[in-house]
């Protein structure tokens, strides 16, 4: 499974963005779909998570901000970044969970990373 992602840039405090990321290639079906970022000198977190059903989980620093969502005909998961902070820059990158056969094991796959940027 290939990741792509677009969406991120340089926006101002209090911005907003909308990060998308879109799978493709040979699978069977994608079960969870979320969002990760990494900003200079600190781990990669998760931001954000949603679920083959839909059910969804967010970091405490972006509940309230951000949301995560997906379309499940495009195979393709968004973050809309709302009421953005400087501590929000960091470079964001998408993790899908798929199957390769109905009886397969999960897989993991990671995009290629968007960076953000929001200036003070």
């Known amino acids: 499974v290939q990741l792509q992602a677009s969406g991120g840039g340089l926006v101002q405090t209090g911005g907003s963005l909308r990060l998308s990321c879109a799978a493709s290639?040979?699978?069977?079906?994608?079960?969870?779909m979320s969002w990760y970022r990494q900003a200079p000198g600190k781990q990669r977190e998760l931001v954000a998570i949603?679920?083959?059903?839909?059910?969804?989980n967010l970091a405490d620093s972006v509940k309230g901000r951000f949301t995560i969502s997906r379309d499940n005909a495009k195979n393709t998961v968004y973050l809309q970044m709302n009421s953005l902070k400087p501590e929000d820059t960091a470079v964001y990158y998408c993790?899908?969970?798929?199957?390769?056969?109905?009886?397969?094991?999960?897989?993991?796959?990671w995009g290629q990373g968007t960076l953000v940027t929001v200036s003070s």
């Open positions: 949603i679920t083959s059903g839909g059910s969804t």
């Open positions: 290639g040979s699978f069977f079906s994608i079960n969870a």
């Open positions: 993790n899908v969970i798929f199957y390769r056969a109905r009886d397969s094991g999960s897989f993991a796959s």
